[in-house]
């Protein structure tokens, strides 16, 4: 009886404790800002009617919540405002151009808006040369990491906006779909035919993206000033891409070392990443934002806790409760691919809020438009600390902004 008594005591006291207060909702999709605007603006009228068929998706219930979803509420470092990456996956480099944009404006005060589709250009021919030389046997794809831009920056600098925009005449929106599909065909027939000649698949490559997405400028002029785009990047602009680091938080590599990132955009096997315990990952996020910098941050945002249609992202605590977030709980779901790579943003302000802190976020991607161009929120999503904590991978940032986790690694083979 008195060990009946016991369990039963300590069984009500976990009810207790663990009582579920979030619910969850079916939600039917809807076309949205995908749909309504950037199919109809590159005339993709086949996709935008595959895309209307009818489904559910289960997200957290939100319709009682007050949510800090007021972007001039947050504490915020000055960025451009957002700009849309069309139909296209380069999520990465929209999230970390911006990032270097903020960069700029707080090491020089020049406020500048760089060219993706610049970088972008030069990823796909630095993947085609990939592709040759391991003889097909890489991922291929749209997608890439936050670490990316500064290594095509540091192979070819920067240019404005306005001198290279990938965009044909005519064009609202950025769309690749032709574009992937031929390069994906050109390099099987390389393959297949064993074709493996570096020089002249590079040459094609360069052939096929110059059709789609316009020839690349060799040179251009600032403030009467002729330039290559390497002294953009680093007389002008003044940036140093060695400046900017890269961590993550997996509890399967060693801490305090440098550490593949294990996923498929990171095709060319970057060991860049400084791997850090939990908990100096997200009290450097939240001290680096506090300070005033600015962060390229990428995760998972196939959650229930993710709902674009409200630009929120939190933790259920019917997926798990706050107190149980930790590394391992982190490396599970990493693990059985229930948190994936799938996008990346420019992390650009905080709120706090019952000492929990909420993360403001610029974002490229279609979802964070769903709420109407008149609404605050459009191009914005709005994080909850837990969020981040959980599903948030990786960042790059300035040196300047994590040097206490700088001063912990063991392994300076990499910088």
Known sequence: MKKAFLFFTAFTLSSVAFAQSDKGIFLEYTPGYYQNHILKGINDFKSQQSEEKKYYSFKIDLSKKELPTDPEEYTSSWHNPPVSQGGTGTCWCFSTVSFYESEVKRLSGKEVRLSEMYTV????????????????????????????????????????WSDYTGLKKGQKFHSHKAMAK????????????????????????????????????????????AMTPKEYLNDYLNMNMKDYVNFMSLSKNDYWKHAEYKVPDNWWYSEDYKNIPLNDFITAIKSAVKEGYTISIGGDISEAGFVSRKNVAMVPDFDIPSSHINEDARYFRFANKSTTDDHAMHMVGYKEIDGVTWFLLKDSGSGSRNCGTDCKSFGYYFFHEDYVKLKMMTIT???????????????????
Not at 207 to 217: N, V, Y
Request: charged content about 30%; overall charge positive; aromatic content about 8%.
């Open 121 to 160: 250009y030069w990823e796909y021919v630095e993947r085609a040369r990939f592709f040759v030389k391991q003889r097909g046997k890489m991922h291929w794809g749209e997608g890439s990491e936050t670490n990316a831009v500064a290594r095509m920056m540091e192979l070819y600098g920067s240019v404005p």
């Open 182 to 225: 031929e390069l994906d065909a050109y390099l099987k027939g390389v393959k297949a035919n064993n074709a493996w000649n570096e020089e002249e698949v590079v040459k094609t490559t360069r052939s096929i993206l110059e059709h789609h997405m316009g020839k690349i400028p060799s040179e251009v002029t600032v403030d009467g000033t």
């Open 397 to 415: 940032i300035h040196k300047d902004a994590v040097q206490k986790c700088l001063r912990k690694m063991k392994d300076t083979s990499i910088k």
